[in-house]
């Protein structure tokens, strides 16, 4: 395919992931957007976990039962003749380290911010990911069919909290039982609110104008309250401003009510007239533009079990440039190994359909067993690596052994494939034989418990460990390293990529070994499949 040919679809490709706190809507206005873009007839509510339906992107077992999103959902749908990939991300903490990696292999955000509670730990903590990529990121205040805060405290919370300019697009017309509907700034009308159902309508009523006499009679104070926050906005705020917004300085804001099916088509038209298609991606070798003839891609998800009847194991490639097609000859860089994938699939969260191209921008699913680790860089046979792709050092531990011992397999089998796929880091100790589990928060450990139960058949007693600290460790003189890990044996262990760790109980212990051992250099943040590593142990 010509490169003009390429360009013109990557050109047409939007990728973006919904971030926000746990419990403000995010997988709601998936839905939604979803419903809203054709992808889906009928909308499942993320509550209504004793009804038949469930979100769309919600389909692991544990995420039915609780009603949160515990893993990253991707999906791929067609709006206005552009393909939007969307990743839905968990807003849990404790699920953080998925959310940052899906946040690599993204163009753009939608931020979800609930209107009652404004600006929250979780989404502060995603944002500062956002910026230190430079990710432009847009702003849906939702719920606002309740008793919530008022526009301009909202508004002024996220310029303030987030440091970042607002620039409305929307704003609402009362709230509450007192909702009538929000005001397009742009098109200077008003869709009027109307309770929606989990199925999508055309006959919203429009009315034109911003001051149309109208207005007053039907909607009162709560529209002459609106008129007079506008003339404020209008006045106070920036215009908007399109390189500012790109850089992640600046982010427009819409307001509605995604449960009710409310404010959502406005956000769908501002990702495809604002969000930016897909750009260049740094490499160590050199920086790769999306409009190339030759294909790349990058490993930034693994997920196990999705379809638990085949024990199925799905890598998740972004595409950075070129023209996939199936059954195509693939590098992978790190191993030197060769894939013909010919069962390469493309999303609607749970429901898959066989891929034929794929362009810049897209998210591919190649089904693998083991060949493809986190980080991983695919390309048609040029040594390329993509970076930054993070995990963190674990601050919590727990030990972990097979309830029956008949089944110790199947609990290495899965605790492997767990820690492959990044919900779970996965050690095992230089001396001893009791695997351990790292993680950032409590919850992870109870996924963790509930999926070697269900996927694979296995009832574990995870335990508390005495470590509290992890650091990888790396050393130029690969002598040194073996002499430090050798004499260390009691408190080192491998992770699943294989990177030397250190573990200790408290934090002065591991500054006593970093002073024992200055040539040693002592990590929290690793990047990608052993790729630190490598180089330092190669010297």
Request: some cysteine; charged content about 25%.
């Amino acid at each position: 395919m010509a490169n003009g040919q390429i360009l013109d679809e990557v050109r047409r490709r939007r990728t973006f992931a919904i971030i926000s706190h746990p419990d403000a809507g995010k997988t709601t206005l998936t839905e939604k957007l979803l419903l809203f873009s054709g992808a889906i007839q009928i909308a499942g509510s993320v509550k209504a976990r004793k009804a038949s339906r469930h979100a769309t992107s919600d389909w692991m077992e544990i995420e039915k039962q609780r009603g949160i999103s515990v893993a990253s959902s991707v999906m791929q749908m067609e709006y206005r003749d552009c393909v939007i990939n969307l990743l839905d991300t968990p807003g849990h903490q404790d699920f953080s380290e998925d959310t940052y990696r899906v946040l690599t292999a993204v163009d753009a955000a939608l931020m979800v911010i609930d209107a009652a509670n404004g600006v929250e730990p979780q989404t502060r903590r995603l944002l500062q990911v956002c910026r230190a990529r430079n990710t432009p990121i847009l702003t849906f205040v939702n719920k606002m069919d309740r008793e919530v805060q008022e526009p301009l405290a909202l508004m002024d919370e996220i310029e303030r909290e987030l440091g970042m300019s607002v620039v409305p697009f929307t704003w609402p017309v009362g709230m509450g039982k007192s909702f009538h509907g929000v005001m397009d700034l742009r098109e200077e009308q008003m869709r009027v609110f109307s309770p929606g159902e989990g199925r999508k309508t055309f006959d919203d009523e429009i009315l034109q104008g911003i001051d149309n006499p109208v207005y007053a009679e039907r909607f009162g104070a709560e529209y002459e309250h609106a008129k007079h926050d506008i003339e404020l906005v209008r006045m106070a705020a920036p215009s908007f401003d399109e390189a500012d917004f790109l850089s992640g300085k600046q982010t427009p804001m819409f307001f509605g009510s995604a449960i009710n099916n409310f404010g959502v088509r406005e956000v769908l038209d501002a990702l495809v007239d604002l969000a930016p298609s897909p750009g260049s991606r740094g490499s160590i070798q050199r920086e790769v533009q999306p409009d190339e003839s030759k294909f790349s891609g990058v490993v930034f998800k693994i997920q196990a079990n999705m379809d638990p009847a085949h024990r199925d194991r799905i890598a998740f490639v972004r595409v950075a440039s070129g023209h996939f097609q199936r059954g195509m000859r693939l590098k992978v860089v790190r191993s030197g190994k060769e894939l013909r994938p010919n069962t390469v699939v493309s999303f609607l969260s749970q429901r898959r359909e066989l891929l034929d191209e794929a362009f810049a921008g897209d998210i591919i699913g190649i089904p693998n067993h083991g060949v493809l680790q986190l980080g991983d860089t695919l390309t048609e046979g040029e040594s390329l690596q993509f970076t930054g792709l993070p995990f963190f050092a674990p601050e919590m531990f727990r030990t972990v052994e097979v309830a029956d011992p008949l089944r110790t397999k199947q609990l290495k089998a899965g605790l492997t494939q767990l820690g492959e796929e990044g919900a779970i880091q996965v050690f095992r100790p230089v001396a001893g034989s009791m695997l351990l589990l790292g993680a950032v928060g409590q919850l992870q450990f109870e996924v963790v418990a509930h999926r070697l139960e269900h996927e694979y058949g296995v009832k574990a007693r995870i335990q508390p460990s005495r470590f509290q600290v992890a650091r990888w460790v790396t050393c130029d003189d690969a002598n040194e390293l073996k002499r430090f890990i050798d004499g260390n044996s009691h408190r080192v262990a491998h992770d699943a990529v294989d990177a030397p760790t250190v573990l200790v109980e408290y934090a002065p212990e591991l500054r006593a070994i970093e002073a024992n051992w200055p040539k040693i250099k002592f990590h929290a943040l690793r990047e990608h499949a052993g790729l630190v590593f490598q180089k330092h142990l190669d010297g």
